[in-house]
């Protein structure tokens, strides 16, 4: 079974992050940028599934060039090469155009499955995977707990708020995972110094067959029309019990909308 795993790179979730007064797109520069956390689950179910089922493991990425940081973690994981997407046109594209030029590259890779994390940490929309099955025609198996794969059959727990549902369906088919499916392994020295040589494959828009028109700024359905900075944290109200407590407290939940 050949799988491939879209991961994103995203800045450190505890650094401040800011937009850019330029375009109002994301400052990816003034941050570290690292693996979506839970992308890393996603690489991990999809190792984990080549050492049952044997087939290889192909790492996909969309990003500037030092999104490729995040593709040799990847690799030193244990996947078996990589195609990043990579052009300037990129630039500030939203999820319908991500997902598009996503689908695009996924049509340059032999696979049967498809695996992604179920949201990014920077966007949190848990779209993407839905948008990949609708262009690409693939089955969608989303916020999977549990992958089991039997032939070309791929049946999943579906986190719910109540419990799981059994999904299954036939390959190809895109799965989104959520945390609790396994926990991923540290690239160990020999896998990263072997990630150095794996295959490594850089895809212009043209390489890729993707229209420039739509992707980018002016390519994408969505955009930020203004922001503003977090204001400053203020201090709280301190409110002295004095048998009246609770009379006090209910003002103020009151004088803030809440109640």
Known sequence: MNIVVC???VPDTYEEKKLSDADKTLDRESVEGVMNELDEYAVEEALRLKEAHGGEVTILTMGPEKAVETIRKALSMGADSAVHVVDPALHGSDALATSYALAKALGTIEHDLVILGVESTDARMSVIPAMLAERTGAAQLS??????VDGSTVKIERQTDTGYDVVEAQTPAIVSVVEKINEPRYPSFKGIMAAKKKPLTTLTLADAGIEA???????SGTSVAE????????????????GDGGVKLAEFLASQKII
């Open 143 to 148: 916020f999977a707990r549990k992958v089991e």
């Open 227 to 242: 922001f503003a900075a977090r204001p400053p944290k203020q201090a709280g109200t301190i409110v002295k019990d004095e």
């Open 213 to 219: 028109s739509n992707v980018g700024l002016s390519g």
């Open 7 to 9: 991961v994103k790179q």
